[in-house]
């Protein structure tokens, strides 16, 4: 503690020279409201030192629809990025990027593999052998997005309930 010059002014009092410290308390026990459990499930399970755990009660189709959840996540997940590497694509032909380069290269082989299906439907108008407007690189963009969006509703259809009746 440093010398305090004016010992008697009301500022440099210190707070424990007017409130003395309070004692040391015991904590207050916590109570814990009982939790419903189902009828006929027993949700809990005897700990090494005598206490009760409670585990997490498992509902009927929920490890179902966590699993359909998740492949439509991965779906949406697939198909942007199908969906960005075929922009990509798109671009990169319409600017007329060299197939020298070394990721214009692996982009145009990869999205060949995916562009099979659609690879002589139409003709793609070009100016010079790299550039082109390609037609086929856009209906297969929507041909995909649309077979995708189909089959993340047919998943998320298995996993909803049925409609009341009115």
Known sequence: MRNNPFPNDPINIQSTDIIPPLPDLPPKPVQQAPQPVAENTSYTEKADEGENILLQPELPGTTLAYVF???????Q?????????????FLFKLIGASPENI???FLYA???VI???????????????DQAFEWTTLIAM???????????????????PPKPEE
């Open 77 to 89: 997940w697939f198909v942007i990025v199908l969906e960005i590497a075929l922009f990509l694509r």
């Open 142 to 160: 929507g041909i995909y997005a649309l077979i995708f969006w189909l089959i993340r509703r047919l998943v998320r259809i298995s996993i909803t």
């Open 115 to 129: 562009l099979l299906p659609f690879s002589n439907l139409v003709t793609n108008p070009s100016l010079h052998a």
């Open 103 to 105: 990721f214009a290269s």
């Open 110 to 112: 990869l999205t060949t």
């Open 69 to 75: 959840g998740k492949v439509n996540d991965f779906l």
